[in-house]
């Protein structure tokens, strides 16, 4: 048997024809940038997030650098993040001219520990950018205590994280922003780079439109410096047909996760202490990715290599230790638990279209492994 970490061509397969059919009318329209299909994913995606309002753009990464730009952030302001992310968090912060300031992690949900963000707040911090991991949210509400105290702008990362939730309320409407991404591989993917920010606040909005298209208001009047962070029609379309399956595609891999949880309690692996599993602490988690930690995460993974398991590690080296950050200053043992999850933490296959028989087979391997 073969489980590969994640399976598209599956679930293309159950959308095809729909995906063919609104392609065409693309082509059909040659209205290609911007325009009605970004126009209708926008007022969908801000529905579903439960916000005001949503500017599509045309990656996560230019989701993050463009909320930044909107705050007006740049060199001498200070931004505190979490070094447990993907690249793009931190790096967009660095794009604009401000500083990246680290907070350790949380070791059971992985996400920035709110605890530890006040001894970080200087007279330079502008914004805070929680990221919510694998599709959990981070603890918001000290967080928002904390950025109204010291009127600080909150930038969430919610590019794993369409369709979590916080206390009820969706990730991305709880901040002052939302950076979302349409990266292929993400709950709602598309056919190719493609990002949306959220807000609630009309001026903030206005901003965002105006800066992903060159700060151009009227045509070839600039006010204001952007870029071109504009969403293509061809994705907006895919996306359009996709966000009507993403409530169920996220139900498949909720029911994935307990699945394994259930499966992996049979075989009596967490009280082992070799192997921990993902907590859920904050409903609702979407599972963008079901991560374990194992302390002998190298062998485990040539071994489900063998046996033709799909795995990944995300991400094996925390952002504060990257070379193009050296000039930051830090050095191992800054931010322990971040340095001993990029040691222990691997992602298993949880795509909605896995089956129970891949399910079995996985959680065998692992537990062959460890036992
Ligand atoms: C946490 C996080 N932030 C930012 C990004 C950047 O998104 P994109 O790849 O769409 O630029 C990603 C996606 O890879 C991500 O997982």
């Not at 793009?88 to 520990?113: E, H, L, Q, Y």
Request: aromatic letters at 8%; proline letters at 5%; charged letters at 20%.
């Amino acid at each position: 048997m073969k489980v590969p970490l994640l399976d598209l061509q599956a679930q293309h397969r159950s959308i095809k024809a729909e995906i063919d059919k609104v392609i065409a009318e693309v082509f059909d329209s040659q209205y290609f940038i911007l325009g009605p299909k970004v126009v209708e994913l926008e007022k969908a995606i801000a529905v579903y997030c439960g916000c005001a309002h949503a500017c599509g753009v045309s990656s996560g990464t230019d989701a993050l650098l463009i909320a930044l730009m909107a705050e007006g952030i740049g060199a001498g302001d200070e931004v505190i993040t979490s070094p447990y992310t993907f690249f793009a968090t931190a790096g967009s912060i660095v794009r604009t001219g401000a500083k990246p300031v680290f907070v350790d992690i949380d070791p059971v949900t992985f996400n920035m520990n709110p605890a530890l963000v006040a001894a970080k707040v200087t007279s330079r911090t502008k914004a805070i950018m929680p990221v919510h991991l694998y599709g959990q949210s981070v603890d918001m509400d000290p967080i928002m205590e904390l950025a109204k105290k010291h009127r600080l702008a909150v930038i969430e990362d919610a590019c794993q994280a369409i369709g979590t939730e916080y206390k009820s309320r969706r990730v991305g409407s709880i901040g002052h922003y939302g950076c979302f991404s349409f990266f292929p591989s993400k709950n709602l993917g598309g056919a190719g780079d493609g990002g949306m920010v959220t807000t609630n606040d009309t001026h903030r909005a206005a901003k965002l439109n105006s800066l992903r298209n060159h700060g151009m208001e009227p045509k070839y009047h600039h006010k204001m410096i952007g870029g071109n962070f504009r969403l293509d029609a061809l994705q907006a379309a895919v996306l359009n047909v996709k966000l009507k399956h993403l409530e169920l595609w996220t139900a498949a891999r909720r029911s994935n996760a307990a699945r394994y949880t259930r499966l992996f309690e049979q075989a009596g692996l967490p009280k082992s202490e070799m192997i921990s599993l993902p907590a859920v602490i904050h409903e609702r988690h979407i599972f963008n990715q079901y991560v374990i930690r194992t302390k002998s995460r190298d062998e485990l993974i040539a071994h489900l290599r063998k046996h033709e398991i799909g795995c990944e590690v995300y991400y094996p080296v925390p952002l504060h230790l990257q070379e193009c950050f050296a000039y930051l200053g830090h050095k191992s043992g800054d931010f322990p638990e971040s340095e001993r999850a990029a040691l222990e933490t691997l992602a298993l296959p949880v795509y909605p279209e896995l089956s129970d028989e891949q399910a079995q087979y996985t959680v065998k391997a692992v537990a062959d492994f460890h036992v």
